[in-house]
C-alpha cells in the first residue's frame, strides 16, 4: 500500500524562507488492524523485562534571556526654528515670527487649533479637577488587617568587593529612583579592589544600576535637591563634598576643596529650604557643622564647632554624627553626637556660643539617626546604642518615651510620612521593627527578618507605602508596607497628641519632683558647710593647744601626787596609834 501526499507550492514563492504556523491536527490515512498480520508475529519466550527500584525522574532546563531596560531622554530647551536661524538672536527671531504670521495657513491652523483650545477651557472650567468632594468622608479603619511587610526588591552591589550601603535617598519626584552611598565605614578596611562608585537604581530594574555615580572617594551620604530632581549632593570618606548633576553625567560637577572641607568622613548632609534651592550643610565627626552654597563651594559660608563649652575649641569639640532640619523652623537645627548628647542650635544667633542653645542627654553611644516628628515638630526622635527614644522640646532632663533595651544594636530609624504614631527601626541582626505607639508600647507591632547580615541605613518613601534597608555588604531591601500601617487612621492625631502631652506632663511632674530633692540635699549641705565654719571659727591655734595641753598633763599629775601624798599621811596616822599600845 503506497501513502502519497502531494506538496504544492508556487512558482514565486521559490526560495522563500518556510513561516510555520500552529493549526489543528488533519486526518490523511486511516490504515485499519489486519488480523492476517498476526500470524507472522513470533512471541518471546522467555521475555526479560528490566525493573528500576528507584522512582523514575525527568530533568528539564530552561534559560531564559535576562530583559535589560535602558531609560534615555533628551534635554529639550528650545526648538521649531529653521537652521539658518539662530534662536539666540533677537533680531533673527521676531523677523522670522512677522514672516509667519503673515503665512495664510498659519492663521488658519492657529484659527483651528484655538476652538479646540477653548473648548478645552469650557471643560476645565465646568468641573474643577482640583476640588475635593470626598472631604468630610471617614477613613475607614483597617484594623482587620494582619500589620506585614513584604519584598518587592533586592538590589546588589554590583561590584565583587562588596561595601556597606552607608545612605539611601528616594527621588523628590514620583519615587521611581533611589539613589545609594556605598562606602567602607570599617577602619582600615579599604582595599585596592574596592570600587569607589555609588548608584542610582530605578526600583523595577534591579539588574543594572540605572546611573553611576564617579566620586574621588567613596561617598557616606547622599541626598537628592527636593527643588531639582537632576541634582544630587553627597558627602565623601576623605571629608569633602560634592554634587552632580545628572544631565551632565557620572562626574562631580563641582567639589569643595581639601583645606576647607571636614576633616573627617561626612556622615549626614541636608539641602536648607532657601530661594535659590543651592544651599546645604553638612556634619562630620571632626566636630563641625559647615554650610555650603553648590554655585560656589571653594569654601563653606558658615561654620559651627561643636564645643559644650562653647568656646569655639575644635578639641574639645562634639563628633556630629547625625543632623535634623525642619523647613518649618528655618533657623533651628538639631545635631547627634558620637558622645550620645543631642545639640539643638539656632543658626540667626549672633555669637558662636548663643548658637549653642542646649544638649540632651540620654543615650550611651553614637545617635545614628535623629528626626522630628512630621506632624508634631517638637516632638522628635532619637536612635542609639540598644533603644530608640522620643523626646520634647520642653524637657531636656530625659526623653518621654523609650522603647525596651534590644539584644542587638541599633543602626538606624525613621518617622513614618503619613502616620504620626508610627515609627521604624533597624538592627545589627538584620531585623526591621515596626512600632505604632498608639497600639503597643513594650514591643513592635511588626518585626521583619530582612536579611542575615547587619542593617546599616533606612530610608521611607513619602508615601510611605515603600521603605528601603541597606545592608552590610551592599544588599539594599525594598520593602512594601501593608496598608494599615500606611493609612492614617480614625482620630490617630488627636490620640497621638494626647499621649505626647500626657508623657511630657508626667516628665515635668518627675523633673520638678526631682530638682525640688537637688534643692533641699543642696540646702543641706549648704547648712553643714556652715556648720563647720562655725566650729572652725572656734578652734585655737596650734600652739595654743599644745600649751594648753602640756598645761593640763602638769595639773592632773600634780593633782595625782596630791592624791598621793594625802594618802601617805592618812596611812601614818592610823599605824602610830597601834605602836604606843604596843
Given at each position: ?373 512630621p506632624f508634631f515638630p517638637k516632638n522628635f526622635l532619637t536612635v542609639a546604642d540598644w533603644t530608640a527614644r522620643i523626646w520634647s522640646e520642653d524637657i531636656k532632663e530625659s526623653s518621654i518615651m523609650w522603647t525596651k533595651y534590644h539584644t542587638a544594636y541599633l543602626s538606624d530609624g525613621s518617622w513614618s510620612p503619613v502616620r504620626p504614631s508610627v515609627f521604624f527601626t533597624i538592627k ?70 494626647a499621649m505626647f502631652e500626657r508623657e511630657t506632663k508626667r516628665e515635668k511632674i518627675l523633673e520638678a519632683r526631682h530638682r525640688e530633692m537637688r534643692l533641699k540635699e543642696r540646702s543641706r549641705s549648704e547648712q553643714s558647710k556652715e556648720e563647720d565654719t562655725k566650729e572652725g571659727d572656734g578652734e585655737e591655734s596650734p600652739e595654743e593647744l599644745i600649751t594648753r595641753i602640756e598645761k ?31
Amino acid at each position: 500500500m503506497e501513502i502519497v501526499y502531494v506538496y504544492t507550492k508556487k512558482r514565486n514563492e521559490f526560495g522563500r524562507q518556510c513561516n510555520f504556523s500552529d493549526r489543528s491536527a488533519e486526518l490523511h490515512v486511516d490504515i485499519l488492524p489486519d488480523p492476517s498480520l498476526a500470524v507472522n508475529f513470533i512471541e518471546r519466550d522467555p521475555c526479560d523485562v528490566p525493573i528500576q527500584c528507584t522512582q523514575e525522574m525527568s530533568e528539564h532546563e530552561v534559560n531564559t534571556e535576562r530583559f535589560e531596560s535602558d531609560t534615555r531622554g533628551i534635554n529639550h530647551v528650545e526648538g521649531g526654528w529653521p537652521k539658518d536661524v539662530n534662536p539666540h538672536e533677537m533680531e533673527q527671531t521676531i523677523r522670522f515670527r512677522k514672516k509667519v504670521e503673515k503665512d495664510e495657513n498659519y492663521i488658519s491652523t492657529v484659527m483651528q487649533l484655538g476652538n479646540n483650545m477653548e473648548h478645552c477651557i469650557k471643560q476645565n472650567n465646568a468641573i474643577d479637577i482640583y476640588r475635593e468632594y470626598f472631604e468630610e468622608e471617614e477613613v475607614v479603619e483597617e484594623s482587620e488587617v494582619q500589620p506585614s511587610a513584604k519584598t518587592i526588591n533586592v538590589f546588589r552591589d554590583p561590584n565583587e568587593v562588596k561595601r556597606t550601603a552607608s545612605s539611601l535617598s528616594w527621588h523628590p519626584d514620583g519615587s521611581r529612583k533611589l539613589a545609594v552611598a556605598y562606602s567602607s565605614l570599617e577602619f582600615q578596611k579599604v582595599s585596592k579592589d574596592m570600587s569607589l562608585n555609588s548608584y542610582i537604581w530605578d526600583i523595577e530594574n534591579p539588574n543594572k544600576p540605572e546611573m553611576t555615580l564617579k566620586p574621588v572617594s567613596p561617598l557616606v551620604c547622599l541626598e537628592y535637591n527636593p527643588k531639582d530632581c537632576h541634582i544630587l549632593v553627597g558627602g565623601s570618606y576623605n571629608g569633602q563634598i560634592a554634587y552632580w548633576d545628572t544631565r551632565k553625567g557620572s562626574q562631580p560637577v563641582e567639589m569643595s576643596t581639601i583645606e576647607h572641607s571636614h576633616r573627617d568622613p561626612v556622615y549626614r548632609v541636608i539641602w536648607l529650604q532657601s530661594k535659590t534651592g543651592t544651599d546645604t550643610f553638612s556634619a562630620s565627626t571632626d566636630g563641625q557643622v559647615l554650610w555650603w552654597d553648590i554655585r560656589k563651594m571653594s569654601e563653606p559660608t558658615e561654620r559651627l564647632i561643636l564645643d559644650p563649652n562653647k568656646k569655639g575649641n575644635l578639641d574639645n569639640a562634639l563628633g556630629a554624627i547625625s543632623l535634623e532640619f525642619e523647613t518649618t523652623m528655618p533657623t533651628k537645627f538639631m545635631v547627634g553626637t558620637e558622645q550620645g548628647l543631642v545639640v539643638s542650635c539656632n543658626r540667626k544667633a549672633k555669637t558662636p556660643a548663643e548658637k549653642i542653645v542646649c544638649m540632651y542627654s540620654g543615650h550611651h553611644g553614637p545617635i545614628y539617626a535623629l528626626q522630628r516628628n512630621p506632624f508634631f515638630p517638637k516632638n522628635f526622635l532619637t536612635v542609639a546604642d540598644w533603644t530608640a527614644r522620643i523626646w520634647s522640646e520642653d524637657i531636656k532632663e530625659s526623653s518621654i518615651m523609650w522603647t525596651k533595651y534590644h539584644t542587638a544594636y541599633l543602626s538606624d530609624g525613621s518617622w513614618s510620612p503619613v502616620r504620626p504614631s508610627v515609627f521604624f527601626t533597624i538592627k545589627m541582626d538584620g531585623t526591621l521593627d515596626v512600632w505604632d505607639f498608639l497600639f503597643k508600647q513594650n514591643d513592635p507591632t511588626l518585626s521583619v527578618k530582612v536579611c542575615d547580615e547587619a542593617l546599616n541605613s533606612l530610608r521611607v518613601q513619602d508615601n510611605g507605602h515603600f521603605l528601603a534597608c541597606g545592608s552590610q555588604l551592599g544588599t539594599v531591601t525594598l520593602l512594601e508596607i501593608s496598608s494599615g500601617l500606611c493609612t492614617l487612621q480614625k482620630n490617630e492625631k488627636a490620640l497621638a497628641t494626647a499621649m505626647f502631652e500626657r508623657e511630657t506632663k508626667r516628665e515635668k511632674i518627675l523633673e520638678a519632683r526631682h530638682r525640688e530633692m537637688r534643692l533641699k540635699e543642696r540646702s543641706r549641705s549648704e547648712q553643714s558647710k556652715e556648720e563647720d565654719t562655725k566650729e572652725g571659727d572656734g578652734e585655737e591655734s596650734p600652739e595654743e593647744l599644745i600649751t594648753r595641753i602640756e598645761k593640763d598633763f602638769y595639773e592632773i599629775v600634780e593633782a595625782e601626787l596630791k592624791k598621793r601624798d594625802k594618802g601617805e599621811e592618812k596611812k601614818a596616822i592610823i599605824e602610830l596609834p597601834l605602836e604606843s599600845d604596843i
